[in-house]
């Protein structure tokens, strides 16, 4: 009689572990799952700082005017009344070199 217990009490823990490591649920899958979590929690925290910098720049180009005269600038090239532009190319077969600025303004006052 003990026999049939211990040997039923075996199945079971065969059964159960069977269960734990394979099927739904199990350690693979769970693992699985943490790491799509902390994937996930990085890439949240990659946009969140993202986020947190175009507000930055919102603001500043609410509130500044040297924002959004830096970008007037380097982004579609104005210049100042007054003020001389200058344009430096590089010559071709130079390709070692590293490049410099392609536009610069300087005059008097910024």
Do not use: C
Request: glycine fraction near 10%.
């Amino acid at each position: 009689m003990l026999r049939w217990i211990a040997l039923v009490l075996l199945l079971l823990l065969i059964g159960l572990q069977i269960k734990l490591w394979s099927g739904n649920g199990s350690m693979r899958e769970v693992d699985a799952l943490r790491a799509s979590v902390k994937k996930q929690a990085d890439e949240n925290d990659r946009l969140v700082k993202r986020n947190q910098a175009l507000g930055a720049d919102v603001l500043d180009l609410k509130h500044g005017e040297q924002a959004v005269e830096a970008r007037a600038r380097t982004e579609l090239g104005l210049i100042k009344p007054g003020e001389t532009f200058y344009q430096v190319v590089d010559q071709p077969g130079h390709a070692g070199s590293t490049p410099l600025p392609a536009a610069a303004a300087s005059a008097g006052s910024p």
